[in-house]
């Protein structure tokens, strides 16, 4: 069954918020990486401090996760900086979730093997509503 936990964008001051989130629910980081850290990035050199993503349990159910926006994309205008995030058991769930979801929508990164292990999409449904789709591929 596949998981559903927030994600939230933010505009350069991704962790300094997740430090007040880590500081009120305690925890450790599962990840926290940084633009420079993706490979071949065309991020300026004023980008690539900022979070690319970080991901911190707050329950035994939920995690919270988050990045800074792209600094080579502008900022995102709030109220369009939280996305859902499905995590899938399997690849054949996270192909059916995002076919069902991106139906009359928008997608916006189509869903495949990506660098970090994963298989990954994003999309905003008919509905207006952002979602991540993510499968994560067995090491």
């Known amino acids: 069954m ?30 926290f990486s940084r633009f420079k850290d993706m ?4 991020i300026p050199d004023s980008g690539k401090e900022k979070i690319l993503h970080v991901s911190l349990p ?13 600094p080579a994309m502008g900022d995102v205008p709030m109220g369009e900086n939280i996305s859902l995030s499905v995590n899938a058991q399997s690849k054949d769930e996270a192909d059916r979730i995002f076919q069902k979801l991106s139906e009359g929508g928008h997608v916006t990164m189509p869903i495949a093997n990506t660098f970090w292990g ?19 591929m067995p090491k």
Do not use: H
């Open 2 to 31: 596949a998981q559903i936990n927030p994600y939230l964008t933010f505009n350069g001051n991704c962790e300094e918020a997740f430090t007040l989130y880590k500081s009120v629910f305690g925890g450790e980081y599962r990840v």
């Open 58 to 70: 707050i329950s035994e159910e939920t995690i919270l996760m988050g990045s800074d926006n792209n």
């Open 39 to 42: 490979p071949g990035n065309e």
């Open 118 to 136: 994963a298989y990954f999409g994003m999309m905003v449904d008919k509905f207006g509503i952002q979602w991540m789709v993510n499968y994560d």
